[in-house]
């Protein structure tokens, strides 16, 4: 079974500065993806990025990119240039390639807090 | 194009009582979701259809719950009978070609239950 842990329950941050999410997974899969969702107080979970393991480089979105380290099992979520909107609980998530795509095991959420 | 649709938004009920959830996936979506998220907690998966049939149900508390999604569209997650602890937000996802990046999850706005 898979387990992902998000260590910080609450974060914060100015608008216009950089913040880093942590989190860290356990499995024994090989083929897997990492995912970093967001769920604004509207409650609608919108997927940020994708990451596949086998990649070694790591994704980037505009102004998300992630910190995969494979052999330390951590994929960490970095956010510069922070906006207002980016105010929400964020999500890790993992799941297995094959078959068992598509299957999420989420972390306990990080929320964040962007102050004007 | 429209995204997932879940109705109600909102349900209070007592406990013991029954009550049921709707979902609408994107169109074409060939996989359809149910998680529970309980307040502070990331979503746990309850079911995952492939069309109309059940791919994972592994997680799914099958003495009161349930679930179908008839003619691979459309589908319900009933609760019957309720208890105090499923107080929740039930997430309905989709996934599948058509939209995006394939096999993406695609969330909707979800149903908050409350139990009393």
């Known amino acids: 079974a898979q387990t992902v842990t998000q260590s910080q329950p609450e974060m914060s941050v100015q608008e216009a500065e950089t913040v880093t999410l942590s989190c860290t997974y356990d499995?024994?899969?090989?083929?897997?993806?990492l995912f970093w969702y967001k769920q604004p107080p509207s409650r609608q979970m919108i997927l940020v990025i994708r990451q596949e393991a086998y990649k070694q480089q790591n994704a980037t979105e505009n102004r998300f990119s992630v910190n995969f380290q494979k052999a330390a099992k951590s994929f960490s979520l970095k956010i510069s240039d922070s906006q207002l909107g980016d105010t929400a609980m964020y999500f890790c998530a993992f799941s297995a390639g094959g078959t068992s795509y598509g299957k999420l095991t989420f972390g306990q959420g990080t929320i964040l807090t962007v102050h004007p | 194009e429209a995204g997932v649709a879940q109705s109600p938004r909102y349900k209070i009920i007592e406990k013991r009582q029954s009550v049921a959830f709707w979902c609408n996936p994107i169109s074409g979506h060939a996989t359809l979701y149910w998680y529970q998220q309980i307040l502070g907690q990331g979503p746990k998966l309850l079911i995952q259809?492939?069309?109309?049939?059940?791919?994972?149900d592994s997680q799914l508390p099958k003495d009161r719950f349930s679930a179908e999604r008839l003619k691979g569209v459309d589908s319900t997650l009933k609760i019957q009978p309720a208890k105090l602890e499923d107080s929740a937000v039930y997430l309905c996802?989709?996934?599948?070609?058509?939209?995006?990046?394939?096999?993406?999850?695609?969330f909707g706005p979800g149903t908050r239950l409350t139990v009393l």
């Open positions: 259809f492939q069309n109309n049939g059940v791919v994972d």
């Open positions: 996802a989709s996934s599948g070609p058509g939209q995006g990046t394939y096999n993406e999850q695609f």
């Open positions: 499995t024994s899969e090989s083929n897997y993806y």
